[in-house]
Nanobody, 116 residues
Framework: VQLQASGGGLVQPGGSLRLSCAAS????????LAWYRQVLGKQRELVAH???????HYVDSVKGRFTISKDNAKTTVYLQMNSLKPEDTAVYYC???????????WGKGTQVTVSS
């Protein structure tokens, strides 16, 4: 399994970014696609996830601002980030979890910087 993330960058507070992560390989069902983020020196935290059945979950700090979605045909997961705040600055990682096999796969991180 390979995960290829893209879409990070520099944006001003209040702006928007859309992250994409394309998954390839043996993507079994059930699965959970997720976005995590990590600030240097801090623990990586879950931002949002979406199950193969379409259920979503968000960390409280991004509810109402971020939207996770996926394109089943392309096995791509997106994270639409609106109303960005400086505290959203982090390296964002996509993750694929296969609960039936206990497997976790990580993509390379993409930097998101929110600054004026």
């Amino acid at each position: 399994v390979q995960l290829q993330a893209s879409g990070g960058g520099l944006v001003q507070p209040g702006g928007s970014l859309r992250l994409s992560c394309a998954a390839s390989g043996d993507i079994f069902i059930p699965n959970v696609l997720a976005w995590y983020r990590q600030v240097l020196g801090k623990q990586r935290e879950l931002v949002a996830h979406i199950t193969s059945g379409g259920s979503t979950h968000y960390v409280d700090s991004v509810k109402g601002r971020f939207t996770i979605s996926k394109d089943n045909a392309k096995t791509t997961v997106y994270l639409q980030m609106n109303s960005l705040k400086p505290e959203d600055t982090a390296v964002y990682y996509c993750n694929l979890h296969l609960p039936r096999y206990g497997m976790n796969y990580w993509g390379k991180g993409t930097q998101v910087t929110v600054s004026s």
